[in-house]
């Protein structure tokens, strides 16, 4: 017998889940389980349109009733981020990316994540050290909850503390 063991955060339930998507009750964020995404809640149906051509579109009262329980994030929210070492945003894809090693005020790590090569190489020119660090050095796994429009905030996360995949028994497009 197979079952799965669904990631930690993550729950599918109708109506949501008839569309495409989850709800990561850890961060209170929708995600888009084929895209593995967060998705702003008043942005459901323009996600599905431009990316999933074919997909049901989950209807404004649908959101509205998914809106009723919880504060599950939108555009307007404030960005999630969360320190250093923890265990990835179940259901979120897994970036390679870059964090600043430098050390700031005292025995402080600056800590900053990219995404980029180029802005991560722009940001080490804040610091006044001597010896730029190593950029192959600084490589981490980063994730972002919202991904596009401005709304993207890169933090790094420990894949070691990783959640299985979700189950596969939602249909994908
Ligand atoms: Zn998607
Ligand atoms: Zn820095």
Do not use: W
Not at 54 to 79: F, P, Y
């Amino acid at each position: 017998m197979t079952f799965f063991l669904p990631p930690q955060g993550l729950i599918y339930r109708p109506p949501l889940s008839d569309f495409g998507f989850g709800v990561n009750v850890e961060v209170d964020c929708i995600i888009c389980v084929s895209c593995k995404r967060g998705i702003p809640v008043n942005m459901l149906r323009s996600h599905s349109k431009k990316y999933h051509p074919g997909r049901n579109l989950i209807s404004g009262e649908e959101i509205a009733v998914v809106q009723l329980n919880g504060s599950l994030r939108s555009s307007e929210s404030e960005k999630y981020t969360q320190p250093p070492g923890q265990k990835p945003v179940d259901g979120l894809g897994v970036l390679r990316g870059f964090v600043c090693p430098v050390s700031v005020a005292g025995s402080q790590i600056c800590s900053a994540v990219f995404l980029a090569r180029t802005t991560f190489d722009r940001h080490l020119s804040v610091h006044s050290c001597r010896s730029k660090p190593d950029a192959a050095s600084c490589a981490c796994h980063v994730q972002t909850l919202f991904s596009h429009g401005g709304l993207q905030e890169y933090f790094s996360v420990d894949t070691s503390r990783s959640q299985p995949d979700p189950p596969p028994h939602l249909s994908l497009r």
